[in-house]
Every structure is written in structure tokens, then in C-alpha cells.
């Protein structure tokens, strides 16, 4: 990358995710996806498109603990072609999928390519993660991830498969977890 003066934005995504507890054992997920050409755009079959081209929110209730999506609203606020909008009937099909292992290639095969919009998979992509890492805040009075429910596992290399991370969780060392912790130890945490 270069730092040159010269350089400017002519594209920019930018993706938001955003986990809500929703009741005991429910999250209310909001997911935008807005991309932008800060710079102007070029004259598009004759017309000049606005500043934001795609402005697109997904927003799923899911259950807990099986993570199973319940219901689905999806709008498009601003998108390039008329017929986009065709894409939003399609995702109710997320409904009665779990955001577990599996769950990409699920969105994959019902929304890829031809099947689906880009952008809305990509959106979707995007938030799952989001919605784990979400579930064990709202949830986290609850009992850990059991051996069999580590969906964390290979997920990055800090948790990869016999790593220093994962070894620690298969034994249960909170303490050993602490130790490599980057975040400061909260000085009202009990132990």
C-alpha cells in the first residue's frame, strides 16, 4: 500500500454488525452493508448514480442456545438497478438455519451467485461470526462450551487445534486463559 498524496478513496464498504439480547434465550441481530463512492461517480448507462450506491440492512431473531434464525426482515434503501430488490423475498429461506458448523456453505448453496445478491451474502457472511462471539456475551452466565460445542476451534490460529488456547479450554485453566489474556485483569472478577 502506498501513503501517497495522490491516493483517494473511490470505493468504500463499509459492514455493520450488531448483537442484541432479546429476551432469556433470544438475540435480535441488525446487519447493514453500505458502500459508497466518496469520490463522485462516472457517468452509468447514461446516468449519474449517487454517493451511496448499495445501502442494504438484514435484521434475524435468533434463538439460543441452538442458534436457529426465527424470523427475517431485509431491506434495500438504496441499490443500482430496479430489479435488485428481487433478492429480498429469497432470504426468508434463512429462516430454520442454525448459525453453527455448516452454516456458510448453507447461505452458499441457497444464495451464490446466480441464486442471490452478493452483497447480501457477503452481509451475511459477515454476521455470523458476530452472532457466536455475541451469544457468549449475552449468554455468558451460562454453562461453557462443552467439549463437543467448540465451534471456536480452528476458527483462527490463535484457537487452532492443539494450540496454547485450545489446550487450555480442553482442561478447564480459567487461570492459564487469564494469563494470556490481553485485556487487564478486572480487579471485581472473583479468583
Request: one cysteine or more.
Amino acid at each position: 500500500m502506498s501513503d501517497a498524496p495522490t491516493s483517494r478513496p473511490v470505493h468504500v464498504r463499509t459492514i455493520r454488525v450488531e448483537v442484541a439480547e432479546a429476551g432469556d434465550h433470544e438475540l435480535d441481530v441488525t446487519a447493514t452493508l453500505v458502500d459508497e463512492r466518496p469520490a463522485g461517480n462516472p457517468k452509468w448507462f447514461g446516468a449519474t448514480p449517487p454517493r451511496v450506491i448499495h445501502d442494504m440492512r438484514l435484521a434475524l431473531r435468533i434463538r439460543h442456545p441452538d442458534l436457529v434464525i426465527t424470523a427475517v426482515r431485509s431491506e434495500m434503501a438504496s441499490h443500482p438497478y430496479t430489479i435488485c430488490p428481487d433478492a429480498l423475498p429469497p432470504l426468508e429461506q434463512l429462516v430454520g438455519l442454525s448459525i453453527a458448523r455448516g452454516f456458510t456453505r448453507e447461505v452458499n448453496e441457497r444464495f451464490g451467485r446466480q441464486r442471490g445478491c452478493a452483497h447480501f451474502t457477503a452481509l451475511i457472511h459477515a454476521l455470523a461470526p458476530a452472532v457466536r462471539q455475541g451469544t457468549g456475551v449475552a449468554f455468558a452466565d451460562r454453562p461453557r462450551p462443552s467439549p463437543s460445542d467448540q465451534w471456536f476451534v480452528n476458527t483462527c490460529q490463535a484457537w487452532r487445534e492443539d494450540g496454547p488456547l485450545h489446550r487450555l479450554i480442553q482442561v478447564g485453566d480459567e487461570a492459564g486463559l487469564r494469563a494470556l489474556s490481553a485485556f487487564p485483569p478486572d480487579p471485581e472478577a472473583p479468583g
